[in-house]
């Protein structure tokens, strides 16, 4: 089962949820597999403190043109959306940056003079944090696109009972890259109105994309009943709530896990997944407005 963590903003508390969860998950027996794929700001290792044993570069296929063969027909411009590949007069310019690596440019090139070259983007690690299987994708400073990566990181998932999915914030591309393939979602946070505005961008999201989901309201003590009173007008499960402990921030600032030095967050992410295996396995119940 792939169970994907996001949020609609930064900040709400996602990787602690991610984290917590997964470590909870490998004590109660499950062979589990965390995948990091906020791959412009990873941080789940710094709560897992994993032992990385494979540490290799990513690549993505970008054109490269052979001018000695180009009629300068403009065939690979006009297919290509993003206008990576262009056709100016007797010349063909390549940018990479903006290259999604979907090969087109090369299959309508008539003269056979576009090939695909590898190109590094980042890099993926591969190590185990006690019971946890560890995965992160960490992206080149000043690469311009992230998805290539964590699709990436996602097909390097070990097979396992349970793969945790530390999704990057908010609601563009990378999340929607992250999520795609889950078999439940799970949208972290907060009881202000900025994270109540951003869930329902992420809600709008998770519906688009037909994926079961709940929520995990952070520092659930500290805001107002807007959130809480949104979720039950739209039929959506609140699967925990976390207090606004200080407890929890001082082991967060030091790098270490709520469950494993406090006994009632242990049984309450225990509790979570439990909640998320039953309420995945009923419809009525998910979260879509069924």
Not at 245 to 265: F, I, N
Not at 270 to 285: D, T
């Amino acid at each position: 089962m792939k169970i994907a963590v996001a949020s609609g903003k930064g900040g709400t508390g996602k990787t602690t949820v991610a984290t917590n969860l997964a470590w909870v998950a490998s004590d109660r027996g499950h062979g589990v597999a965390y995948l990091d794929c906020d791959v412009e700001e990873p941080n789940g290792h710094l709560f897992l403190n994993p032992r990385i044993s494979v540490s290799e570069p990513a690549t993505r296929l970008v054109p490269e043109v052979d001018e000695a063969k180009c009629t300068y027909c403009g065939r690979c411009g006009e297919i290509c959306q993003f206008s990576a590949i262009v056709c100016l007069g007797r010349a063909i310019v390549v940018n990479p940056d903006m290259c999604h690596a979907c090969g087109g440019c090369k299959l309508v090139c008539p003269t056979g003079a576009i090939t695909e070259v590898p190109r590094e983007m980042g890099r993926i690690d591969r190590g185990d944090a006690a019971k946890v299987q560890f995965v992160r994708g960490l992206l080149n400073v000043g690469e311009a696109m992230s998805p290539p990566l964590i699709r990436k990181v996602l097909a390097a998932a070990p097979h396992t009972d349970l793969v945790l999915i530390d999704a990057p914030p908010g609601t563009s591309c990378p999340v929607i890259a992250s999520l795609r393939g889950s078999d439940y979602v799970l949208l972290v946070t907060e009881p202000t109105p900025f994270g109540l505005h951003d869930l329902k961008l992420a809600v709008d999201m998770v519906r688009a994309l037909k994926l079961p989901f709940g929520v995990v309201i952070n520092r659930a003590d500290s805001g107002d009943e807007r959130t809480r009173a949104y979720c039950a007008s739209n039929r959506i499960p609140i699967l925990l709530e976390i207090p606004d402990d200080r407890r929890v921030a001082e082991a967060y600032s030091r790098g270490e896990l709520a469950c494993v030095g406090m006994d009632e967050y242990r049984e309450a992410f225990a509790n979570l997944l439990n909640r998320i295996l039953e309420v995945a396995q009923s419809p009525r119940q998910t979260g879509m407005g069924a």
